[in-house]
Structure formats: structure tokens, C-alpha cells
């Protein structure tokens, strides 16, 4: 039975998750990761795009990618053909990077976006990896922490729009204390 083709339209958002064949590493060194952040900017120069988070681990990433004119399914086999390229030449290796088609979960509504926001910048806390988010360098977290900490990868403004001053603080908050936006997603509550 044939795949389903992805919902797209201009202004989609997704939560994307790929994992590495055989749940294998697909980040083996530092120069892994700046690569494939490398190829992400070369090719969103190609087919913009909008990235609100991100997170590399190091079997799979997760990205929170808001689409402009371009459909999901040619920015993300752009990115993970070159990136696959990149790591079974520098392994001298053959086959799939990937474990299958990447996920795509169509973000629709302001909790889920803020939801997924949070998941994704959780996920090195979660794995037990760090015991401080902000010392994970493979995620754009820390940048929403110390908006003076430059990340040219990342738009701010549509996560930070729903925290009030001073909103890093207020993010922080909700990331890393379980804290559940309410009403017009002005206010922070702890769970």
C-alpha cells in the first residue's frame, strides 16, 4: 500500500523526527553536527524556511520547521540525502543514514507549537545527557535563554510572543520547571 502524501500548504509547521538506521549514531563528533547544520542553512538559502527549534542527538533530531513556499518533503530529502552523503563518505560506509521516512507531525494550534517547543529542548535533560539544558550545545535552547547568545539557525519571535517579561526567564520556566501556559498564553502556571 502506497505512503500518504504529507499535508503541506504554504505556512505549515511540523515536528520532525529522524532517526539513525538502526537506531545508530548519525552524530559521531562535533564536526558532525556543524555539518549537518551547515547543510540545514545551505539548503533552507535554496527553499527558506522558517526553524523555531532544534535538537541533535546524537541517533536522531528533531527539528520545528515552519515552511514557507517550499513543500516538507523537498527541504527535508534535500537535507538528508546531503547529509547522508557527508557521513558515508567521512565513515567510508554504504546504505541508509536514516531509519525510514522521517516523521512529520503537522503543528496546528499555539499549544501544540509551544508543546513541541518545549519537547524538543527537553530532550538532552530527558535522556539524561545533561544535568543543565543550557549546557547542551546541539540545541538551540540556549539561545532562547540568553537571547545576547546568537543563533543564526533560530527564529525567536513566534515562541517567545507567548511569554511574557522578561521572557527568557518565563521560558526557562516553562522548559525546565513543567510550567503550562494559560488563558491567551500570557501567564505561566506550574503543573
Known sequence: ?????????????????????????????????????????????????????????????????ETLQHHIQYIMKEMHSRYAVYLNQRLRADGHVFQGRYGAKLIETDAYFQEVSRYIHRNPLDAKMVVNLEDYRWSSYSSYINLLQLNPHISHNKTLSYFREPVEDHYKLFVEKSVQLIGEGQQCVPE
Not at 21 to 40: K, V, W
Request: with cysteine; aromatic share 12%; charged share 15%.
Open 1 to 65: 500500500m502506497p505512503r500518504q502524501p504529507r499535508v503541506w500548504y504554504p505556512g505549515a509547521m511540523y515536528h520532525i523526527v529522524a532517526r539513525g538506521n538502526r537506531r545508530a549514531a548519525i552524530f559521531h563528533d562535533h564536526a558532525d553536527y556543524r555539518t549537518y547544520l551547515a547543510i540545514l542553512e545551505d539548503v533552507r538559502s535554496m527553499m527558506p524556511f522558517i526553524l523555531h527549534s532544534y535538537c541533535l542527538m546524537t541517533n536522531h533530531l528533531h527539528l520545528q520547521l
